[in-house]
């Protein structure tokens, strides 16, 4: 194919929009592509900020689609959503990423309508399709769709190739994350959290998985505010996903103390350059790991299964589920001994080395141009 390509991108979340929008912003740089940004659930508050803070304007807007429904619901929601503006813009090939509902519906749609499908972050397993459900079933699915397949990792393209997608077609790339991380970090970063901190450690966390709420949620704020109180010089800084549970669970549990900082969902730009600030990352968040080893930051995954062993076997991250004692045991080594702190915060490009978009970009060119 010669001349201008258009690429329609597929996405509804927060994580989906930033690791996107490396290669967007490339795509919008060249003559050779017009990149088409299809926006589904842009109502959500926290993609509006995402797409404000990263500067993406959408082609398509799906507003209308709501977020009360099941899996099932939405996702015949936006196939019919997604039909429609495909119909409409007769684009040359459709972009998804990783592993939501929306990157399931985009590769139905592309798949059907006979379009070339690239899966960007393609090759992710956990080996067991309901955890996390209904990510891990989603991916797979994506990956018996796809035409173009990358991989951020030689693991990723191992475990495409251990289920017959065709060695040609992936490419191991690393992740668009680490160009995203790279392209927002601040050296003259400031912020009012930072002021309130002080000289204390920062202990980061991020808690925003459906399955890690209700009780499980409960005992981690539970033990995270133990871990403050047993540590003087330790404050906590929680930017809160703005879900209703949740925010009362927040605000029972941790309101009031003056080494807990709980705050808004911060954008993008500010989160990562507090994560670069901070002692120690916890989370149930996949891209997180990701983050942490561009910043060289150890990681307690709230989580008992990891699509991305790589920060585990390679000891950047561990795994320790919303067990209050592992939790503890776990933060107390980080928080006391320097030599395991310091084992966790080792270099290491796991997930690529900044050039990742770069290449997927020029990997898409020499598809079409066959």
Not at 235 to 252: D, G, K, N, T
Not at 257 to 272: A, C, K, N
């Amino acid at each position: 194919m010669t001349g201008n390509a258009k690429i329609m991108f597929f996405f509804g979340t927060r994580a989906e929009a930033i690791k996107l929008s490396p290669i967007i912003n490339l795509m919008s740089d060249s003559a050779s592509f017009t990149p088409l940004l299809t926006v589904a659930g842009s109502h959500s508050p926290l993609l509006q900020q995402t797409l404000k803070n990263l500067h993406l304007q959408p082609s398509f807007d799906l507003q209308t689609l709501p977020t009360r429904l099941d899996n099932l619901e939405a996702l015949a929601e936006m196939l019919h959503n997604f039909n429609n503006v495909v119909n409409a813009a007769q684009p040359d090939m459709i972009v998804v990423i990783g592993d939501t509902t929306v990157t399931l519906a985009g590769s139905l749609c592309a798949s059907y309508h006979r379009l070339p499908l690239a899966h960007v972050e393609s090759g992710l397993r956990t080996h067991d399709k309901y955890r996390p459900f209904p990510d891990e079933l989603q991916r797979q699915l994506v990956d018996v769709m796809a035409d173009l397949y990358f991989a951020p990792t030689n693991i990723a393209r191992h475990n495409l190739l251990l289920e017959h997608h065709p060695g040609p077609q992936i490419h191991v790339t690393g992740n668009t994350i680490i160009d995203a991380v790279q392209q927002n970090l601040r050296a003259d970063f400031h912020s009012p959290i930072l002021d309130k901190v002080g000289d204390k450690r920062i202990i980061l966390l991020t808690v925003q998985r459906p399955e890690n709420r209700g009780e499980k949620l409960e005992r981690v704020l539970q033990t995270m505010k133990d871990i403050v109180e047993t540590n003087d010089d330790v404050e906590l800084v929680y930017p809160l996903y703005p879900v209703p549970e949740v925010m009362s669970a927040a605000e029972r549990i941790l309101d009031h103390h003056e080494r807990i900082l709980v705050t808004q969902p911060l954008p993008f730009t500010d989160y990562i350059n507090l994560a670069a600030h901070s002692y120690l990352l916890v989370t149930d968040s996949g891209s997180a790991l990701e983050e942490a080893s561009v910043l060289h930051k150890p990681v307690l995954l709230l989580r008992d299964k990891t699509e991305r062993p790589e920060v585990v076997r390679h000891k950047q991250a561990k795994i320790v589920g919303t067990d209050p004692t592992t939790i503890q045991q776990a933060a107390f080594e980080l928080l006391n001994k320097l030599r395991k702190y310091r084992r966790m915060t080792r270099s290491r490009e796991d997930f690529g080395d900044g050039t990742a978009a770069r290449q997927i970009v020029k990997l898409i060119q020499q598809y079409l141009n066959q």
